[in-house]
T-cell receptor, first 110, second 114 residues
Framework: GEDVEQSLFLSVREGDSSVINCTYT??????LYWYKQEPGAGLQLLTY?????DMKQDQRLTVLLNKKDKHLSLRIADTQTGDSAIYFC??????????FGAGTTVTVRA | DARVTQTPRHKVTEMGQEVTMRCQPI?????VFWYRQTMMQGLELLAY????????DSGMPKDRFSAEMPDATLATLKIQPSEPRDSAVYFC????????????FGQGTRLTVV
């Protein structure tokens, strides 16, 4: 995903908050997504935000969207060991193609 | 429990051999994607289909890769001849109104070309 960029690694202590950042390039993207990939598995949709929203909260997850800067972030509150995974940011393009970032590997340490 | 099914889960083959990966999308989904995941390149879109018609296969090396949907229940990705650099995990995903609703991913085929 050259159009979607995100940092590759994040290490966080159990119980702390994790923040994963992403920048995208297509200002016409309608939806922006966060997918989670656990070891040996496919990607699974974690949450998404519509482009006319600034924020979306879903239990421990908070998505923030800055459309002006084309910046998306995912905050995980009270990070648990089960949150260790690769997190992908994705944007939907005009023809409903999904463009993914390279993924951020989140490691939760005790 | 609807899910995208990919076969085989693992494949080890020798360089030069033909490899065929199969995907059964979720019944009723009209959009099917093929992605390749490697450590170096991350997740790359190889091809995608809507209503069985290929819409974009620009991410696919044309000389050796081909993707088809012979019917609505089967998508195939073929590599001939395979090369060591093709070693990767290949994911199929399907969806309905993708871009509005989510894409559902299969568990992937881990391909090793030796």
């Amino acid at each position: 995903g050259e159009d979607v960029e995100q940092s590759l690694f994040l290490s966080v202590r159990e119980g702390d908050s994790s923040v994963i950042n992403c920048t995208y390039t297509d200002s016409s993207s309608t939806y922006l997504y966060w997918y989670k990939q656990e070891p040996g598995a496919g990607l699974q949709l974690l949450t998404y935000i519509f482009s006319n929203m600034d924020m979306k909260q879903d239990q421990r997850l908070t998505v923030l969207l800055n459309k002006k800067d084309k910046h998306l972030s995912l905050r995980i509150a009270d990070t648990q060991t089960g949150d260790s995974a690769i997190y992908f940011c994705a944007e939907s393009l005009n023809d409903y193609k999904l463009s993914f970032g390279a993924g951020t590997t989140v490691t939760v340490r005790a | 429990d609807a899910r995208v099914t990919q076969t085989p889960r693992h494949k080890v083959t020798e360089m030069g051999q033909e490899v065929t990966m199969r995907c059964q999308p979720i019944l009723g989904h009209n959009t099917v994607f093929w992605y390749r995941q490697t450590m170096m390149q991350g997740l790359e879109l190889l091809a995608y289909f809507r209503n069985r018609a290929p819409l974009d296969d620009s991410g696919m090396p044309k000389d050796r890769f081909s993707a088809e949907m012979p019917d609505a229940t089967l998508a195939t990705l073929k590599i001939q001849p395979s090369e060591p650099r093709d070693s990767a995990v290949y994911f199929c995903a399907s969806g309905l109104r993708v871009g509005v609703e989510e894409a559902f991913f299969g568990q992937g085929t881990r391909l090793t070309v030796v």
